[in-house]
């Protein structure tokens, strides 16, 4: 069974930059049949899907935060990471990475989540 | 583009059957067979339960079954057990490159 694990900082302040990063084991990233995703679950509220990528490198975001994501992977080390810029209170939540066969394919595996607060 | 709709609670008795409903557009859910529904304990992590509007994963029991019809999925849990006490999110490829999910539903049993 594939392991995610989700690392980064729990606290970040207004208008800096959140960064996370999800270390895949018992497998490997550099799978052609694989999509890395990054989804969200602020206090009180439902799932919202940040965005994905291949380990080749290709990437699709949210478009409602499009100009605030940048996902990358790191095929040596078998991870892929999050950048969200410029945040905000409204950007705390429980941070998830997950794997999908495709963009279109259901997330079959999950990390354990990371809360990542925003205050000053 | 919106979160897809669904009810915030849904309640029922053990033994019995509840369905979960989750509406959104011709260019989401009635566009696409990419519906997928997840369960989720408190302080767990997202559970796939059905995929592609009515598949099941192996593991998942055959107490959970999905349909859709038109722009509303839905997710059926038969013969309801205390186990079965979760959250449970919907989504849906939505074109473009695009994935979104759904409010969620709190189910009490």
């Known amino acids: 069974q594939l392991q995610l694990q989700e690392s980064g900082p729990g606290l970040v302040k207004p208008s800096e930059t959140l960064s996370l990063t999800c270390t895949v084991s018992t497998g490997s990233i550099k799978s052609s049949d694989s999509n890395w995703g990054w989804i969200r679950r602020p206090p009180g509220k439902g799932l919202e899907w940040i965005g994905s990528i291949y380990y080749s490198g290709t990437t699709f975001y949210n478009p409602s935060l499009k100009t605030r994501v940048t996902i990358s992977v790191d095929t040596s080390k078998d991870q892929f990471s999050l950048n969200l810029s410029s945040v905000t209170a409204a950007d705390t939540a429980m941070y998830y990475c997950?794997?999908?066969?495709?963009?279109?394919?259901?997330?079959?595996?999950w990390g354990q989540g990371t809360l990542v607060t925003v205050s000053s | 583009q919106s979160a897809l709709t669904q009810p915030p609670s849904a309640s029922g008795s053990p033994g019995q059957s509840v369905t979960i409903s989750c509406t959104g557009t011709?260019?989401?859910?009635?566009?696409?067979?990419?519906v997928s529904w997840y369960q989720q304990h408190p302080g767990k992590a997202p559970k796939v339960m059905i995929y592609?509007?009515?598949k099941r994963p192996s593991g998942v029991s055959k107490r959970f079954s999905g349909s859709k019809s038109g722009n509303t999925a839905s997710l059926t849990v038969s013969g309801l057990q205390a186990e079965d006490e979760a959250d449970y999110y919907c989504s849906s490829y939505a074109g473009s490159n695009n994935v979104i999910f759904g409010g969620g539903t709190k189910l009490t049993v």
């Open positions: 997950a794997r999908s066969s495709t963009l279109l394919g259901h997330l079959d595996n």
């Open positions: 011709s260019s989401d859910v009635g566009g696409y067979n990419y």
């Open positions: 592609e509007v009515s």
